[in-house]
């Protein structure tokens, strides 16, 4: 009799395994493949597909994709709930799947990304940054038109705002937006643009 109860835990841990790899298999289906063209997923989806302990398989698969050089990084509205973030700042975040270290020149060429575009996208977010996060689109077009062709600075803006690099509201004003906070360190990005740009002597 007791070695019946064991087979029956035992038979019970195997299938409770067995469903938990598949809500990270799910979870993973999830973050990988764009729906309605995002590339995420926002928690309460998660949720609603994974069951309440969705972290748990987030946490897994995260495990699993550090082996690859991948994480999952959670991207709040609100940057400060990072920290400590309670169940309903979960659920309104956008969770997506990005390499651990940045991209080097030649692997982001590899992966769609023109040098100038690149370059575009940098100088912009320095120029944003500098600003407290926020600049008005004219005074950003003015700045990149010094070292751009025109229809590459509006045809770039453009489709940074539609891919979430940037945001843009009703006057025009441009800020920072969720996947640059995904994506990139704003610290380094200011300290290595602050290097390249020539110190100004003092005048005589």
Known sequence: M?????????SNVAEEQSAFARRVKR???MLFFQRHRRPYAKGWELRKVLGKDYM???KLLD????K???RVKIVFDQPEAEANPEEDQLERARFFVTLKEPLTLSEAN???????DVAILAATLAFVLSREGKAARKEVVKL???KFPDWRVEANLDRYVRRGYLGEDEAGMMFVDWRTRAEIDQRTLLSLVLAETPQQTEAD
């Open 2 to 10: 007791t070695s019946g109860l064991r087979s029956r835990g035992l």
């Open 27 to 29: 979870a993973s289906q």
């Open 56 to 58: 748990k398989a987030i």
């Open 63 to 66: 495990a699993e994709l550090e």
């Open 68 to 70: 690859m050089g991948l």
């Open 110 to 116: 590899l992966a769609g990304w023109r040098v100038d």
């Open 144 to 146: 990149l038109r010094e």
